[in-house]
C-alpha cells in the first residue's frame, strides 16, 4: 500500500472512531448534566483536570518511544524496534507507579486546600480522585503499545477497539439514572472501566499481532543507553507537553478558585466540545505522521515539507467545516446539545474554538521539527508561548475582569506559537515561509471570507432555527470545498483523485484490481 492510500485507510478508520466517541459526547454528555446536575458534573471535570497535570511526562515519553521505534521499522531492524519497545515499557511502568503514588500523596492538598469543593461532596470528591488515578495508570502503561501500533501505521485496528469501548461508556451513561446510589461515583466508575478497556485492547492486540511487543533481552549497559537518549529527546518535548497541559487544564483550575464549580461545569463542557474538534483534526494529522518521520528519516526534506503543509491545510478544512455552523449559531447548537447549558458556556466555548483554529494553521510542523531532533530551543519558546496566557489570565481575573479574559489571553498566546513554529521550521526543517502563505494561509483565508460571507447573508434573509443551520453547514462546506479543489490542490493532484472516483465503481464491482487501474489510467 502507497503513503498516500495507507493515509486515507487510516484517516477514515481514525475518523470511524472518532464520529462513534462524538456521537457518545453529543447524546452521553447532557444525560450526564442532567443526571449530575452542573455542580457535581464541575467537581468531576475540575478533579480530572488537575490530575491530568501529572501525565504530562508520559505524553513526552510517547513521542519519544514513537519516533525511536518508527526510525527502527524505517530501517527495517525490528530487533532494534524491539529494544525501544522494551525500554519504553520499563519506563512507562515505573511512570505509571510514580503518577499513582505521587497523586496519592497530594490528594488531602489537591482536594482540601487548592479546589474550592462543596464539602457535602468531599467524599464523593476522593472516591472520585482514586477511580481516575486508576484510570491515569492504565492509559500510562498502555502507552508503548499505542507508540507501536502508530509507527506500525495500524491505526484502522486500533480505531476499531476504541470504538467498541466508546460505545460501552455511551451505552452505559445512558444507564445512569436505573442505578442505585450516587450518581457522580457511577459516572466516575463508567470513566474508569472506559480507560481501563481503551488500555488493554491495545495492549492485547499487540501481543498477539507484533512480535516487537515482546519483552526483549536489555543488558544494564544497553538499558541505560537507551534511556539516556530516550530522556535526552523527551526532555525537551517534556516541555511541549507540559505547557499544553498549562494551557487547556491551568483555565480549569484558575476558574475555579474564582468561581467554583459552576464555572467547572461551564469550561468543562467547553474543554470537551474542543476534544470532539480536536480528534476531528488528529484524525489527519496522526495518519500523517508516520509519513513525516519516514520521509525525515530518509533525507525527503522536500516531501516533508509539502506533507506537513498539506497536513496544516486540509486540517484547517476539515476543522472549519466542522466549526463554522457552531460559532456562528452557537446559542442554538449549544441548546440542541445540552438543552439548558450552564451559565457562561457559550462565552466560554468562543475562544476555545477560535485558539483550535489558529493552531491549526501551523500544528502540522511540530511533527516536522520533533523528526528532526533539534528541539531544544524551540521547546522553550513554544511552551513560553502556550503558558503565557493563563498567568497573564490569572491577573486579569484579579484585577476583577469577566472569567473568560483568562480564555482570550490564551488565545493570544495560541498566535505568538503559531509564529514561533513558523519561525523554527524555516531554520530547521527548511520550510518556505512563502510556501506557507501560498499553501496554508491563502487558501484558508479564502474559505473564512467565504464562509462568513455565506453565513451574514443566511443570518440577514432567514431567521434562526434549524433550517438556517443545516442551510449555513451545507453551504460552509460547499464553500470550503471549492476553494480547497481550486487553490489548495495542484493539478497532478485533481487528476489523481478524479481518477480514483473515476475507478470506484469498478473496484466496488469486485472486478480485478487490474481492470480498475486501466480505468484509472485513462482517466489520468
Request: charged share 10%; with cysteine; proline share 4%.
Amino acid at each position: 500500500m502507497t503513503a498516500a492510500r495507507r493515509i486515507i485507510a487510516n484517516t477514515l478508520a481514525t475518523y470511524l472512531k472518532y464520529f462513534v466517541l462524538a456521537l457518545t459526547g453529543f447524546f452521553a454528555v447532557p444525560v450526564a448534566l442532567r443526571t449530575l446536575g452542573a455542580v457535581d458534573y464541575g467537581i468531576f471535570s475540575v478533579i480530572g483536570g488537575c490530575l491530568a497535570f501529572l501525565t504530562f511526562l508520559n505524553i513526552s515519553l510517547a513521542t519519544g518511544a514513537q519516533r525511536h521505534i518508527a526510525y527502527a521499522l524505517g530501517e527495517r531492524n525490528k530487533e532494534d524496534a524491539t529494544k525501544w519497545f522494551t525500554t519504553s515499557l520499563i519506563v512507562h511502568v515505573v511512570l505509571g507507579l510514580t503518577i499513582a503514588v505521587s497523586a496519592i500523596v497530594a490528594s488531602d492538598w489537591i482536594l482540601h486546600r487548592l479546589l474550592t469543593l462543596p464539602a457535602a461532596r468531599l467524599a464523593a470528591a476522593a472516591w472520585i480522585y482514586r477511580m481516575v488515578v486508576v484510570a491515569m495508570v492504565c492509559n500510562v502503561v498502555s502507552t508503548p503499545y499505542q507508540a507501536l501500533l502508530i509507527a506500525h501505521e495500524a491505526i484502522a485496528s486500533i480505531s476499531l477497539i476504541n470504538t467498541v469501548s466508546g460505545v460501552f461508556l455511551m451505552v452505559s451513561i445512558f444507564c445512569l439514572k436505573l442505578l442505585p446510589g450516587d450518581a457522580l461515583l457511577w459516572y466516575a466508575g463508567m470513566y474508569c472501566l472506559f480507560q481501563v478497556s481503551m488500555a488493554v485492547g491495545p495492549a492485547s492486540y499487540c501481543y498477539y499481532r507484533y512480535p516487537e511487543c515482546r519483552f526483549g533481552y536489555l543488558t544494564a549497559d544497553h538499558l541505560r543507553r537507551r534511556l539516556r537518549e530516550l530522556f535526552s529527546f523527551s526532555g525537551w518535548t517534556m516541555l511541549l507537553a507540559l505547557s499544553t497541559m498549562v494551557r487547556v487544564q491551568g483555565p480549569a483550575v484558575v476558574l475555579n478558585v474564582f468561581f467554583g464549580p459552576i464555572a467547572n461545569a461551564a469550561y468543562g463542557l467547553a474543554v470537551q466540545a474542543q476534544g470532539f474538534a480536536s480528534n476531528i483534526v488528529w484524525g489527519f494529522l496522526g495518519s500523517a505522521t508516520p509519513s513525516i518521520v519516514k520521509r525525515q528519516a530518509s533525507g525527503d526534506y522536500r516531501g516533508m515539507a509539502r506533507l506537513s503543509n498539506q497536513s496544516n491545510t486540509y486540517g484547517f478544512a476539515i476543522l472549519w467545516i466542522a466549526l463554522a455552523p457552531v460559532l456562528f449559531e452557537m446559542g442554538l447548537c449549544l441548546k440542541l446539545w445540552l438543552h439548558t447549558p450552564p451559565p457562561g458556556t457559550a462565552a466560554f466555548l468562543t475562544p476555545v474554538l477560535i485558539a483550535l483554529i489558529i493552531d491549526q494553521l501551523t500544528l502540522g510542523y511540530n511533527v516536522s521539527l520533533v523528526a528532526t531532533g533539534r528541539i531544544a530551543g524551540f521547546s522553550v519558546m513554544l511552551s513560553i508561548a502556550n503558558t503565557v496566557g493563563v498567568p497573564a489570565g490569572y491577573l486579569l481575573l484579579r484585577a476583577g475582569r469577566p472569567g473568560t479574559w483568562i480564555l482570550w489571553a490564551i488565545v493570544l498566546g495560541t498566535v505568538l506559537a503559531g509564529c514561533v513554529r513558523l519561525w523554527v521550521a524555516r531554520m530547521h526543517a527548511r520550510i518556505s515561509v512563502r510556501n506557507w502563505f501560498s499553501d496554508v494561509v491563502f487558501p484558508a483565508s479564502l474559505s473564512v471570507l467565504g464562509s462568513v460571507a455565506v453565513a451574514l447573508a443566511l443570518m440577514h434573509f432567514i431567521t434562526d432555527g434549524l433550517a438556517r443551520l443545516a442551510l449555513i453547514a451545507a453551504l460552509n462546506c460547499a464553500v470550503v470545498c471549492l476553494i480547497m479543489w481550486f487553490f489548495a490542490t495542484t493539478k497532478e493532484q485533481r487528476s489523481k483523485l478524479k481518477a480514483i472516483v473515476v475507478s470506484m465503481p469498478v473496484r466496488l464491482s469486485g472486478k480485478p484490481v487490474a481492470d480498475a487501474r486501466a480505468v484509472a489510467e485513462e482517466t489520468l
